[in-house]
């Protein structure tokens, strides 16, 4: 549901060729930003966090785009 994420869906998407399962901490927000997706096209799946386990989101699945990165405006060289 990101920036980068919601663009590759949208790619894959407009294809009309793909199913794609996407995994959000929120599903509603996820089918906000694509609410004309045809539920064919577009399976949510909600996660509690990045770290769950997808065993089972990914059965059945033929390939990943992983898109999200921990991310820190933080300046992480300092000593402490």
């Known amino acids: 549901s990101g920036f980068l994420g919601s ?8 294809q009309g060729i793909y199913t794609v399962r996407a995994t959000a ?3 509603r927000k996820l089918q ?7 539920k ?6 909600q ?10 989101t990914l059965k059945g699945v033929t ?7 921990p991310g820190s ?3 992480d060289t300092s000593k402490e």
Do not use: Y
Not at 40 to 45: C, K, S
């Open 40 to 45: 064919n096209d577009l399976e949510v799946v």
């Open 73 to 75: 405006l933080k300046d």
């Open 7 to 14: 663009h590759i869906m949208s790619q894959l998407l407009a």
């Open 32 to 38: 906000a930003i694509f609410p004309n997706a045809e």
């Open 63 to 69: 390939a990943v785009v992983h898109s999200a990165s």
């Open 47 to 56: 996660i509690p966090s990045l770290t769950s386990d997808f065993s089972d």
């Open 25 to 27: 901490r929120s599903a």
